[in-house]
C-alpha cells in the first residue's frame, strides 16, 4: 500500500492510495469518513452522506463489478471528477483578418 501525508485544511493525515490513473488518485484518510479525490493540485472530500459516495465507492471497487458494468462506472466517475475539478483558463489569441 502507498501512503502519503495530504493536507487537508490547517491539518497534514495520512492518507492510503486505494485508486487513481494518472489523472486523479482516490485516497481513504485516517480520521475522515469517505474518499477524498485528488485531481492535480485539487483536492475535496466525498463523504459517506454525500450523493456521490457510490458513484466514487463502485470506482474503487472496480474489479469487483460486473465486467458490462465497469465502463458505465467509469464513464460516471470521470464526469463527477470533471464537474469538481475547476476548468483550467485557456489562453486568449487574437484573430487578425
Known sequence: MRSK???IGNEKREAVLVAG???YKIYSVTGLPGWVVASGRNLFTVDEENI????????VNLKY???SQQQAIKDEFDNFVKAQVPPTPQAETEHTA
Open 5 to 7: 501525508l495530504l493536507k
Open 21 to 23: 490513473s494518472s489523472i
Open 52 to 59: 456521490n459516495f457510490k458513484t466514487v465507492n463502485k470506482y
Open 65 to 67: 463489478q460486473p465486467s
